[in-house]
Antibody, heavy 119, light 107 residues
Framework: EVQLVQSGAEVKKPGESLKISCKGS????????IGWVRQMPGKGLEWMGT????????RYSPSFQGQVTISADKSINTAYLQWSSLKASDTAIYYC????????????WGQGTLVTVSS | DIQMTQSPSTLSASVGDRVTITCRAS??????LAWYQQKPGKAPKLLIY???NLKNGVPSRFSGSGSGTEFTLTVSSLQPDDFATYYC?????????FGGGTNVEIK
């Protein structure tokens, strides 16, 4: 059974750094892209970027390029999303999702990680 | 960027109703379109990919159609479990973009 299990909720202050994780199981982690999707409170879905864990090839949405870093550690089947300096506007739920092998829809999703940034 | 526009943004319906949601792309995306269902407090779930292909395990009352710039998601007979928000997503070009969502609520 394909599963993506994300790390737990975080409460941070503006300016702090953060790295959240997404662990894949039930499939060959290195052969499927993993994407990250943001959902701000009460809002829709926004694609942030995607990584191929096999070689760490990473693509970013222009809206998020330079704002976050996506990485992966294939030895432990885990993808990451990190911020070096959080802002209040980063408050959102962040989902990881597995991209289909041949096209770019997302066939399995993690449960989401709520990130709250508040002073 | 390709803009995805869903209509309506909210839809009130009753159990047993036939429901149709429309998604329009700002330029042609062929059939590179997916539909997702999201319930409150839960992650989105894939329903349909490549415009009309039902994901394994998704009830057959869901169907998708369209190509180019206009697409529809239809629920043939709405069930209690179907009250949720639905999103379309294009994946013909980067950045991947989602529609704004359609909230299907109980009438």
């Amino acid at each position: 059974e394909v599963q993506l299990v994300q790390s737990g909720a975080e409460v941070k202050k503006p300016g702090e750094s953060l790295k959240i994780s997404c662990k894949g199981s039930g499939y060959t982690f290195t052969t499927y892209w993993i994407g990250w999707v943001r959902q701000m409170p009460g809002k829709g879905l926004e694609w942030m970027g995607t990584i191929y864990p096999g070689d760490s090839d990473t693509r970013y949405s222009p809206s998020f390029q330079g704002q976050v870093t996506i990485s992966a550690d294939k030895s432990i089947n885990t993808a990451y999303l990190q911020w070096s300096s959080l802002k209040a506007s980063d408050t959102a739920i962040y989902y990881c999702a597995r991209r289909d092998m041949t096209t770019e829809h997302f066939d399995y999703w993690g449960q989401g990680t709520l990130v709250t940034v508040s002073s | 960027d390709i803009q995805m526009t869903q209509s309506p943004s909210t839809l009130s319906a009753s159990v047993g109703d036939r429901v149709t949601i429309t998604c329009r792309a700002s330029q042609s995306i062929s059939t590179w379109l997916a539909w997702y269902q999201q319930k409150p407090g839960k992650a989105p779930k894939l329903l349909i990919y490549k415009a009309s292909n039902l994901k394994n395990g998704v009830p057959s009352r869901f169907s998708g159609s369209g190509s180019g710039t206009e697409f529809t998601l239809t629920v043939s007979s709405l069930q209690p479990d179907d009250f949720a928000t639905y999103y379309c997503q294009q994946y013909t070009s980067s950045p991947l973009t989602f529609g704004g969502g359609t909230n299907v609520e109980i009438k």
